[in-house]
């Protein structure tokens, strides 16, 4: 079984960056792409940005320029990298790592607040 552990999250001023972090644990065989999504009540979770196991990168036209994901191989992390935060970046935000040869795993969520 994989999990993945999340951390980074909190409450922030527009303006202000946090850094979130997801480590997988557990038996893992490979891990393909990484990505990080997030959701708002009301509203289907939605991809923020994802990175391939070579390290090519996707962002969604609302975070670019803003937003860096990355990726750690040995230590089996991905990173998000969030600067000039804004209200409505307010979202859970959920990790995402596919597997080669298995099923994707989701993290349980970390909560970004920004304030205006």
């Known amino acids: 079984q994989v999990q993945l552990v999340e951390s980074g999250g909190g409450s922030v001023q527009a303006g202000g960056s946090l850094r979130l972090s997801c480590v997988a644990s557990?038996?893992?065989?490979?891990?393909?792409?990484m990505g990080w999504y997030r959701q708002v009540p009301g509203k289907q979770r939605e991809l923020v940005a994802t990175?391939?196991?070579?390290?090519?990168?996707n962002y969604s036209d609302s975070v670019k320029g803003r937003f860096t994901i990355s990726r750690d191989n040995p230590k089996k992390t991905v990173y998000l990298q969030m600067n000039s935060l804004k209200p409505e970046d307010t979202a859970v935000y959920y990790c995402k790592v596919g597997m080669f040869y298995g099923r994707d795993y989701w993290g349980q969520g970390t909560q970004v607040t920004v304030s205006s």
């Open positions: 557990g038996s893992i065989f490979g891990i393909n792409a």
């Open positions: 990175i391939t196991s070579s390290g090519n990168t």
